[in-house]
């Protein structure tokens, strides 16, 4: 699983729960494990084991019957640990360089493992394989599993993204279990505990599924709220010829202090549970959105979409939504509606990277652009005013500057970002790619799964992007700022 937040290291080796002695290797228990990394700073450049977690959870009963974690000394503290690594999961260097090398602790390390059933989080693609690589190093077989649970595919299908991007700290955010400390042992518990809740959720769902259902939810909230004389807080269905994405920008959200809208209750209903029903409809309908939606790639733009010059600052303000009590949603809305920009003739300055890698080993896929001077100066503005907001609601994670500037006469760029949809082992840009023909015609390019060289090669350094895009507000492991996700692209021809 991936590194984590500032906390304070673990203690070598914990001993199992009211001094009892781990079960014997190859046991019927399952071993629930997460490991913390260092953060790769450079191409080729590979992980460095700092932390290892386990505990043994009875199958039967779901309760932990041992545990194990250890800090583990890399070869080489100063460079392996940097201060990227230390801002993710709080591991210094002078932590680890007291703890014993993996050599050491690789014998219980093994016991734990092998012949059990593994479980965590994206242990499949990172996990796993920190811990074969950390026992080739020394030269030894690895444990061996006799079954794999890795919950994050597992949830995403059975449980569906109700929780976003199913990361463990969106599902603990989700269920209100606090905030995920990047630390292995705590990282594990967490996870049995989000296993426990999904597996709840689900097991009411389909012991009432005529009442539990996500459209049932809806539909009794609408009804309710409409009951104690609300403004209603509709869901809009998209008409038959809409665009699917026009949905979300005309969905209800609701103010950050929960004020019912202008001529709202009248009636004598309770308004906290007008609140609850208008906010359950704006949540639910989040779970619901589909990201893979696209947009007629044929048109000449999205309705929606505003150019620059289009945009009045003035009009711009960042509205603040409870997620009842799992924290809070903060997006810039201009007018009223989600802000929602477009630009033409955009210049290439980088183009797709294959540098920089996700957890999972893929490629982080974004472009930086030079913008003109009046899109510079509408994201500066929604900067300063999202980072004033995140500093008033009490944030202490570091803002990064949305808008960059470079060269003697300090060109103004940005970074768009190209979101991926995973799905088993392939993944899928969810941006809709298009190529103009000096023509003047338009052709939406067909990606069956990413390939980082293809879009590099497309995206080239002084080519011409006309981009639309959305603007998202995130603060996450620490960082804070506004994120430009891409929608359309279309790539000029030379």
């Not at 190859?26 to 700092?50: H, K, M, N």
């Not at 940005?414 to 941006?431: E, F, H, K, Q, W």
């Not at 809709?432 to 069956?448: M, R």
């Amino acid at each position: 699983m991936a590194t984590p937040s500032g906390s304070s290291p673990a203690p070598a080796p914990a001993a199992a729960p009211e001094g009892s002695a781990p079960p014997a290797a190859g046991g019927p228990e399952i071993a629930f494990f997460d490991v913390e990394t260092s953060v790769p700073q450079r191409a080729g450049q590979g992980y460095a084991l700092l932390e290892f977690g386990a505990i043994l959870v009875c199958p039967r009963r779901l309760v932990e019957v041992a545990s194990y974690a250890t800090l583990v000394r890399p070869a080489d503290p100063a460079s392996a640990v940097s201060a990227a690594s230390v801002r993710c999961n709080g591991i210094t260097r002078d932590a680890v360089s007291g703890a014993p090398p993996f050599r050491d602790v690789a014998d219980a390390v093994y016991d734990l493992l092998n012949g059990r059933v593994w479980a965590g989080h994206n242990i499949v693609r990172f996990d796993s394989a920190r811990i074969r690589e950390a026992f080739a190093e020394i030269g030894r077989p690895p444990p061996e599993p006799k079954g794999l649970i890795d919950t994050l595919p597992l949830l995403t299908q059975r449980f569906g993204r109700r929780a976003g991007d199913m990361k463990m700290a969106s599902l603990a955010n989700y269920f209100g279990l606090g905030k995920q400390r990047h630390r292995s042992l705590d990282d594990v518990r967490m996870n049995l505990e989000v296993l426990k809740y999904c597996a709840t959720v689900l097991f009411l769902e389909a012991s009432l599924p005529e009442v539990l259902t996500v459209e049932n939810l809806v539909e009794r909230a609408i009804t309710r709220s409409r009951a104690n004389g609300d403004a209603s807080p509709e869901v809009p269905k998209p008409e038959a010829n809409s665009s699917p994405d026009s949905s979300k920008r005309q969905r209800t959200v609701c103010s950050a202090d929960g004020a019912l809208p202008e001529g709202g209750n009248q009636g004598t209903g309770d308004p906290s549970t007008s609140r609850e029903s208008a906010e359950l409809v704006s949540h639910i309908e989040e779970m619901k959105l589909d990201t893979t939606t696209q947009m007629d790639a044929s048109s000449s733009g999205y309705s929606g979409f505003l150019e620059p010059d289009d945009i009045s600052t003035e009009c711009i303000k960042i509205s603040v939504a409870p997620l009842h009590q799992f924290g809070r949603r903060a997006s810039i809305q201009h007018k009223d509606n989600p802000l929602h920009l477009c630009s033409a003739g955009l210049k290439v300055q980088f183009g797709v990277s294959t540098k920089f890698l996700d957890n999972a080993g893929r490629p982080k896929l974004n472009i930086v652009v030079d913008i003109p001077e009046n899109l510079s100066k509408v994201l500066e503005f929604c900067d300063d005013l999202a980072r004033r907001s995140s500093q008033e609601s009490g944030s202490t994670s570091e803002w990064r500057p949305l808008v960059k500037k470079y060269g003697y006469v300090n060109r103004p760029t940005v970074r768009l970002n190209i979101p991926t949809i995973v799905s088993g082992d392939s993944a899928i840009c969810s941006t809709d790619i298009c190529q103009k023909e000096p023509s003047g015609n338009t052709q939406k390019l067909v990606f069956n799964n990413v390939d980082a060289t293809k879009l590099d090669s497309l995206f080239v350094r002084g080519s011409k992007v006309d981009a639309f895009f959305s603007l998202e507000v995130y603060d996450y492991q620490q960082n804070a700022g506004v994120r430009l996700v891409a929608k359309r692209l279309v790539v000029h021809s030379n």
